[in-house]
């Protein structure tokens, strides 16, 4: 499996908006969203596999040296293939490389997958949002970046 992954451009919001009212019917992000997203403090990714679209995932910074996801979306017949792990891993290094000392989310409570994915990861529960969501609760998480650790 030959995977890329890329800075999200123009061309690809078609494609993104179209997996975007599969996976979320309720509240998805329009072509709008996805381009005033696309600021200097935002980076949009695709991930792609011999040039198809197969996932994508936003990701803030803050000027507090922080670092916020706002989504990972794996396309639904690509899910449960490791896809989802891989995209994460190559948020987490981004922030790493940009210094950032922590990594926040929100995801929905009922969300057992996305949640079991970023425990997987060392992302701890440090709050309970009622009713963040139109669809319900969420939890929000974060991961700390910086360790106490002396690699010496
Ligand atoms: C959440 C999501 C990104 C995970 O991507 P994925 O490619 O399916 O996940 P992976 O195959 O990389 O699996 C990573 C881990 O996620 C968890 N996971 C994924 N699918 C799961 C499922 N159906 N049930 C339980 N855990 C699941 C597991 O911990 C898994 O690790 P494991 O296989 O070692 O047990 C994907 O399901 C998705 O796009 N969902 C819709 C959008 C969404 O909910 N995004 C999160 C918004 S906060």
Sequence with gaps: MTLTIRRMKNDDLNIVTEIEKVVWPDDPWTHEDFID???PWCYCWVLEEKNELI???MQYFDSDMTSHI?????????????LGKIMLNHLI???????AISISLEVNAT?????????????EIIDFLKDYYPTG????????LLTNRCDV
Excluded: T, V, W
């Design 93 to 99: 290094y981004i922030a790493r490389l940009l210094k």
């Design 37 to 39: 997203s696309n600021n």
């Design 55 to 57: 996932g994508y995932s």
């Design 111 to 123: 969300n057992s997958k996305a949640l079991h994915l970023y425990k997987a990861f060392g992302f």
């Design 137 to 144: 609760d969420a939890y929000k998480m974060k991961l700390h």
């Design 70 to 82: 706002a989504n990972i979306c794996i396309k639904p017949e690509r899910q449960r293939q490791g």
